[in-house]
């Protein structure tokens, strides 16, 4: 081939065969793990984690209007489906195709103009013609300018940087002072066969997915798990069913969760490395009174199998009935269990991370993680003030915005309540969310006095995210840039595949909580274009 010969990397989408410019491509790789991102354009089907960076992922067929599919990711997927990376604006963009078909090298005068249209194709989209392919060359900025909006080109924050939203100081400690002048204690509420238990938010470092398999300690005792593996560090398990003596038959359920929980600042425990407790699932965050978390009564405190245990928190308030008692943990207790395991590193570098957390080093930050239409958001631990369960009935409230689903009385306090499908323009949920095994929650979200409550599937938990972590979201329309601007990126421990170390990956939407507080901003994001 003569000097002066132009490269394309050519792909088949259906019937069509297609030439994207080498020098626009960065990568050819197999179909990724996709997560969808609302309030999209049609054609995309998703965000991919490339080299720990969030990329918008197009359907190549949808955004050329060959291809018709129900929604984003229906298309289904085959052995030879690649995803295209090319570079947008100064932001990674992936176009998935059927198959890549090779690389052609052609002279310029073996390209002929397009005149009309091409195979069903926009002439607007075209390039040109490649005689030696034959194949049709896209003009990628205008392909992705007309998914993506004009204003799709967003501000390359460096990664390390990124800041959180305005509005909300850090709450190092997860407890508020309300409206009522009660400085609140916040729960994390966890299940463990039928049974509730919690701990204090500020001794919760993250929550994690349970590992398929535990190293087990010889000759240790039977609440005494083992290990897991979690980021190249080493964290002792301790299980509450045989600490307390409950059924053994849903030890090995899929769903389980392990809350990492971490020594308390400025006790003795302070230098000790995270213990986990294996749990069934991750239930509710309460901000309770601290009168209506009672000591155990002294006749069961004698008794060895309550010595784990702080106290005893009535749920839904201090008189009538009371529904729901839950079992407060002591977390130093954990870590005396954790000990026995090896976990008390006694020094930093040799248990799961150093002595002190991340986030007091300024090297994190901490986000309530929640599950929506299968995938996961996060919104700041400060931003938060509760996580409740789903009601199963919702007052409804006349000429409201049609993504309010209603109101209700929180202490008090009238509530309303935003559908975050149908805020995202996400489908709605196959059962009756207030019912069934996976029962929705209600986050509260509350700043100077503003509360409003976000009805979602269920919750993850806790997460710590080191700010290396925490980039920019990518921008795929107007309406997603005022809600979700920000995306980390990290890996859940597991070994399926699909990020750096042979994690899989995992994405995080981020929340702007400043933007859900604001009605007349929620009302027009829904007019505005997507």
């Known amino acids: 081939m003569a000097d002066g010969a132009l490269a394309f990397v050519t792909v088949a989408v259906g019937d069509l065969r297609l030439a994207l410019p080498l020098a626009a491509v960065r990568a050819v790789i197999r179909l990724p793990e996709l997560v969808r991102i609302p309030l999209g354009p049609p054609g995309l089907d998703g965000l991919a984690q490339w080299h720990g960076e969030a990329v918008p992922v197009l359907d190549l067929g949808t955004a050329l209007g060959t291809r018709v599919s129900g929604r984003p990711g229906d298309v289904p997927a085959t052995r030879e489906t690649r995803v295209v990376l090319v570079g947008h604006r100064g932001q990674p963009v992936g176009l998935r195709v059927d198959a890549m078909a090779g690389i052609l090298r052609t002279a310029p005068d073996r390209i002929d103009p397009v005149t009309q249209e091409e195979g069903g194709l926009d002439p607007v989209l075209l390039d040109g013609l490649l005689r030696d392919g034959p194949a049709t060359i896209l003009k990628l900025d205008v392909l992705i300018d007309r998914q993506f909006g004009d204003g799709a080109e967003t501000e390359r924050t460096d990664r390390g940087t990124a800041s959180a939203p305005a509005g909300f100081a850090a709450a190092p400690d997860g407890n508020t002072a309300s409206a009522d002048g009660f400085d609140r204690q916040a729960l994390l509420v966890f299940g463990v066969a039928g049974q509730e238990f919690a701990l204090p938010v500020d001794r919760v470092r993250e929550v994690l997915p349970a590992p398929r398999e535990v190293a087990r300690m010889a000759r240790a005792k039977a609440h005494l798990l083992g290990v897991m593996a979690v980021r190249d560090r080493?964290?002792?398990?301790?299980?509450?069913?045989?600490?307390?003596?409950?059924?053994?038959?849903?030890e090995q359920a899929a769903g389980r969760r392990v809350v990492v929980v971490r020594a308390g600042l400025g006790t003795a425990g302070g230098g000790q490395a995270p213990v986990g407790v294996l749990v069934d699932e991750v239930r509710e965050i309460l901000r309770l009174d601290p009168a209506l978390i009672d000591p155990v009564p002294p006749l069961l405190a004698?008794?060895?199998?309550?010595?784990?245990?702080?106290?005893?928190?009535?749920?839904?308030?201090?008189?009538?009935?009371?529904?729901?008692?839950?079992?407060?943990?002591?977390?130093?207790?954990?870590?005396?269990?954790?000990?026995?395991?090896?976990?008390?590193?006694?020094?930093?570098?040799?248990?799961?991370?150093?002595?002190?957390?991340?986030?007091?080093?300024?090297g994190g930050e901490r986000f309530v993680v929640f599950r929506l239409a299968g995938a996961e958001y996060g919104l700041p631990v400060s931003a938060v003030r509760e996580v409740l369960r789903r009601p199963d009935a919702i007052t409804p409230l006349p000429n409201a915005p049609d993504f309010v689903a209603g109101v209700l009385s929180l202490r008090g306090e009238v509530l309303p309540l935003i559908d975050q499908r149908r805020l995202l323009n996400l489908p709605a949920a196959a059962t009756n969310p207030a019912s069934g095994p996976e029962r929705g929650r209600v986050v509260v979200v509350g700043r100077d006095g503003l509360l409003v409550g976000l009805l979602v599937d269920g919750l993850s938990g806790l997460l710590t995210v080191p700010a290396g972590r925490i980039g920019p979201a990518p921008a795929v329309s107007a309406a997603q840039r005022r809600l979700i601007r920000r995306v980390a990126t990290l890996d859940d421990g597991s070994k399926d595949g699909g990020s750096r170390n042979g994690a899989r990956a995992r994405m995080i939407l981020l929340m702007d909580a400043d933007s859900l507080l604001d009605m007349d901003r929620l009302a027009d994001l829904r007019l505005a274009p997507q």
């Open 302 to 362: 004698r008794e060895p199998e309550f010595e784990d245990l702080d106290g005893i928190a009535r749920a839904d308030g201090g008189s009538g009935a009371v529904r729901r008692l839950v079992s407060v943990l002591s977390a130093e207790r954990l870590f005396r269990h954790g000990a026995a395991i090896g976990g008390d590193s006694g020094g930093e570098g040799s248990g799961m991370e150093p002595a002190r957390p991340a986030e007091e080093n300024g």
């Open 234 to 250: 080493l964290l002792p398990l301790v299980g509450l069913r045989a600490l307390f003596g409950l059924d053994a038959a849903g």
